[in-house]
């Protein structure tokens, strides 16, 4: 009889995450799943659908090793979606804000790889790291983009020095799917304290930033759901893939066109998107 394969999930705390997604979709095809966050008491839902759950910071030692601990000897998949994202011009970021960001979108999972390394080894299994198409360097998700970036070359470096060793390892670059980030439902606060921002940023508070998320309102509809894109993933996990994926509305032009584009051509694109030029009106 063989044995049923392991899951570990984190960023699972919201109904509409990805992560959430893609836990029901491992339970549907007959994985045993631990989904976990920062608080387990809200994964209630997975909890009910099957999921066993785990309280997991990924920036805390005594959180990793009590997951290690859980998981046991034996991981088939390893799936680093735990993020967050704050939007804000570089020029007022908060450092320490900054390196928190860094923490929990860059170091952390590292770190639940280095502690799961073994489990997953020993299974032939696969590391997921989910990334971003925001990569291509968005004003005002400066931080954000800058750790995503950060990410996706250690997860390409990762899959390099393990392939030898039988592990698997897919960066994702999502672009939009419908979940609780790109409805901004808990966003990671980056500012300075507003006596201590530059002179040059007004208009980012008091106009842009409001017409920026009413431009991704209206594109709710385009966004693929949580559902179909945690399928994909899940998919190429049992295709046994190894590599780099794009999934989500639009990730074909991340993937052939954004590549072909000269710098300007991308500057000028990325300043139409968040309306830079209303910075001339302050």
Excluded at 1 to 28: D, E, F, H, N
Excluded at 135 to 164: I, M, N, W
Aim: charged letters at 20%.
């Amino acid at each position: 009889m063989s044995r049923q394969k392991v899951a570990l999930i984190t960023g699972c705390s919201s109904p509409t995450s990805l992560g959430a997604a893609m836990a029901l979709t491992l339970l549907k095809r007959n994985w045993k799943v631990y989904a976990t966050s920062i608080e387990a008491s809200s994964m209630t839902d997975l909890h009910k659908s099957g999921c066993e759950v785990l309280s997991l910071n990924v920036t805390k030692t005594t959180d990793i090793e009590a997951a290690a601990k859980a998981v046991g000897d034996h991981l088939d998949l390893l799936v680093n979606n735990a993020a967050v994202e704050g939007l804000g011009p570089l020029l007022d970021t908060d450092p320490d804000q900054f390196l928190e960001m860094y923490r929990i979108n860059v170091l952390g999972p590292l770190m639940l790889v280095q502690a799961l390394a073994d489990a997953l080894v020993r299974c032939g299994g696969s590391v997921v790291n989910i990334g971003s198409v925001g990569v291509c360097g968005l004003p005002f998700h400066g931080v954000y983009a800058s750790s995503k970036a950060a990410f996706q070359a250690l997860s390409d470096v990762l899959r390099r020095e393990t392939a030898p060793l039988g592990l698997k390892v897919i960066t994702v670059e999502l672009a939009m799917v419908m979940t609780a980030m790109l409805r901004a439902e808990n966003p990671f606060p980056l500012d300075l304290p507003k006596e201590q921002r530059s002179l040059y940023f007004s208009k980012w508070y008091d106009g842009i930033s409001s017409r920026y998320r009413k431009d991704i309102e209206e594109r709710y509809d385009a966004a693929i759901s949580s559902t179909k894109a945690a399928e994909q993933i899940i998919d190429a996990v049992e295709a046994q893939v190894s590599g780099k994926i794009w999934v989500g509305t639009m990730a074909w032009i991340f993937k052939w066109l954004w590549p072909l584009l000269s710098t300007a051509r991308q500057d000028k694109i990325n300043g139409g998107l968040l309306h830079v030029e209303m910075l001339k009106e302050s």
